[in-house]
């Protein structure tokens, strides 16, 4: 049978001195178990001591946010996609998904732009659209690059 930190010293666990924290969450970063141990005590909302790395404090924060919803929104949506990022979580489905909607955005705010004629702003919509920025939007750059050498050569002139 394989031994665990916690099994050595079980009172550190269950300590409120940073000093014993900090130690069983060192303890538990080389368990096998500890990703078995931390997702235990969410399932059962455990209160007391240090589990799977997790501190009664760190503990509390995951499980206010599952309890928001008995049944976690499908990936593909904002909320999956923030508790993803909230929880330092990888999910492909919830990346595209993003990275979509981060699109969708910038195109709508391109549209605008072009409805007023094109502007800088729009350039820079262009830029992180990684695309050739229009004429109207390219003209509006120049002529706000042309002001600020203007205003430059104006400060030294002074």
């Known amino acids: 049978m394989t031994t665990t930190p916690c099994s050595e010293a079980p009172e550190r666990w269950f300590s409120t001195t940073k000093a014993d924290q ?3 969450i ?3 970063r080389r368990c096998p178990r500890m990703q078995a141990c931390q997702q235990d005590a969410l399932d059962n909302d455990i209160r007391w001591g240090t589990w799977g ?5 760190a503990r509390r924060k995951p499980l206010k946010r599952v309890k928001k919803s008995e049944t ?3 990936c593909g949506t904002s909320t999956a996609y923030w508790r993803h ?5 990888t999910c492909h489905v919830c990346d595209a998904w993003h990275t979509a909607e981060v699109e969708a955005g910038r195109r709508r705010a391109l549209a605008e732009e072009h409805a ?6 729009g350039y820079e919509i262009h830029r992180r659209l990684r695309e050739q920025p229009c004429e109207s939007c390219r ?3 120049a002529q706000m690059l042309a002001d600020r050498r203007q205003q430059r050569a104006r400060t030294l002139a002074a």
């Open 116 to 121: 007023k004629g094109g502007s800088r702003r």
């Open 26 to 28: 060192a303890g538990c």
């Open 72 to 74: 976690p929104a499908a």
């Open 22 to 24: 900090t130690y069983a």
């Open 53 to 57: 790395g997790l501190t009664e404090k």
């Open 139 to 141: 003209r509006a750059h």
């Open 85 to 89: 990022v909230n929880n330092k979580q």
